[in-house]
């Protein structure tokens, strides 16, 4: 990459931080760094009612006990309604959005399992009429809006999975833009932010990566650029089972507890995943001088109790 790397740390503030979250930060700032890069740090806060004022302070005061340092930002999720909304009516102008009355329900019971955590929607509002859509607006029904998708593959190389492909169609189907409560989707808004604020270096879960084509996609539309995508193995626990804000075990309170400063967190996180050679305390200045991109593989979960 010949122009400066950008990375980005983008917590959703719904809870504090725990080990995956660490971890996930800790590689994205890692990559950054260690080619003279910059990290922005932006709040994903699209969901305004699980996102907490509280969470939104102690994050950034986790991020820097940690050590892990960002150069511009914050930025907030919350402020940028009318970019995604140019890039939206972009999208509307050229006949490329509908709407969808599908509730939840609906969902689950027509589509088909997507080969990883995603259901394929299977069309069911695509073609309705003007009554039938109406007729479901005069029912009470508050639609959400779906970007068309093609009959099309999608294919890029992630720089720790390798190459991924997906037929749109066969393994998405039409996804989401604008949810029904008004609110624009994940989808839409990460590709928006992610252009403005010069990010190129996406480093993020590998449960991420089946939406990596679907943004790709926008991103084409939207004549916007691609970022490189790294997608890092998963931290389970015992079964198997994933890490999440839920896992109090797993909470940055618990692992200062459990390992008794920041400095031993990110020297056994970095440890265990194989971005350091020991799992010593250090900071991730101190990773510096160890790390290397090719410590990252395509290894699908990483056991990190």
Not at 123 to 146: D, I, N, Y
Not at 205 to 225: A, K, R, W
């Amino acid at each position: 990459m010949s122009e400066k790397v950008v990375g980005r740390f983008a917590p959703s503030p719904t809870g504090r931080m725990h080990a995956g979250n660490i971890y996930a930060a800790l590689t994205a700032w890692l990559v950054a760094k260690s080619q003279g890069g910059d990290i922005v740090l932006r709040i994903e806060d699209l969901d305004r009612d699980r996102s907490k004022p509280k969470y939104i302070d102690a994050v950034q005061r986790d991020f820097e006990m940690l050590g892990l340092t960002w150069d511009r930002g914050p930025f907030f999720q919350h402020d940028r309604d009318e970019a995604y909304a140019a890039a939206f009516d972009s999208l509307k102008e050229r006949g490329l959005i509908y709407p969808c009355y599908c509730t939840r329900a609906d969902l689950h019971a027509a589509s088909a399992p997507h080969r990883g955590e995603k259901l394929v929607y299977p069309g069911t509002c695509r073609l309705l009429s003007a009554e039938e859509r109406a007729a479901k607006e005069a029912s009470g029904r508050r639609p959400a809006m779906r970007l068309r998708t093609p009959e099309e593959v999608i294919s890029f190389h992630d720089s720790i999975q390798g190459d991924y492909s997906q037929d749109l169609e066969r393994d998405c189907g039409d996804f989401l833009v604008r949810r029904s409560d008004q609110a624009f989707a994940y989808q839409l808004a990460v590709v928006v932010d992610d252009a403005a604020q010069g990010v190129n270096s996406v480093v993020r879960g590998v449960d991420l990566l089946c939406s990596t084509p679907q943004q790709i996609y926008l991103q084409n539309l939207l004549s916007l650029p691609h970022p490189i995508y790294g997608h890092i193995p998963l931290l389970v626990a015992e079964r198997d089972r994933r890490l999440s804000k839920r896992d109090h075990d797993a909470s940055l309170d618990a692992l200062l507890v459990r390992f008794g400063s920041p400095e031993a967190i990110i020297g056994h996180i970095a440890g265990i995943a194989g971005l350091a050679p020991t799992t010593e305390p250090a900071t991730p200045e101190q990773l510096l001088s160890c790390f290397s991109l090719k410590n990252l593989h395509g290894r699908i979960q990483i056991a990190w109790i």
